[in-house]
């Protein structure tokens, strides 16, 4: 139990979603695994796997810079390739974040040159 307890720990927030995804899916066995990767992503087992890593690297990212960091960068970045602040406030308007944090990224886009 230790040994299969570190390697999921070694695999960090990635690793705890898909054993609550395999959770979720109230199978066994393979059944459970291609199951679960499949539900995880668009485009099937593929796409839950492609999903896995992309949480990988946001959840490292988040870990050395803060989630505001992460969400203030992605913003400019949205804004220097050309959307308009009120696209990007629109997307900001369906995220699931609080209002607060809401109103935050609201003022960081308003300070964009």
Do not use: H, W
């Amino acid at each position: 139990m230790d040994q299969i307890i570190k390697k999921i720990a070694a695999l960090g927030v990635p690793g705890i979603v898909f054993v609550v995804a395999i959770k979720l899916t109230g199978l066994a066995g393979a059944a459970a695994l291609t199951t679960a990767l499949a539900a995880l992503g668009p485009g099937g087992i593929v796409g839950g796997v492609m999903t896995l890593c992309v949480l990988g690297v946001v959840a490292d990212g988040i870990a050395e810079y803060g989630f505001d960091a992460i969400a203030k960068g992605v913003l400019k970045e949205l804004y220097c390739k050309g959307e308009s602040k009120e696209s990007i406030k629109a997307k900001v308007s369906k995220y699931p974040v609080s209002s607060k944090l809401k109103s935050n990224l609201y003022d960081v886009i308003d300070r964009f040159a």
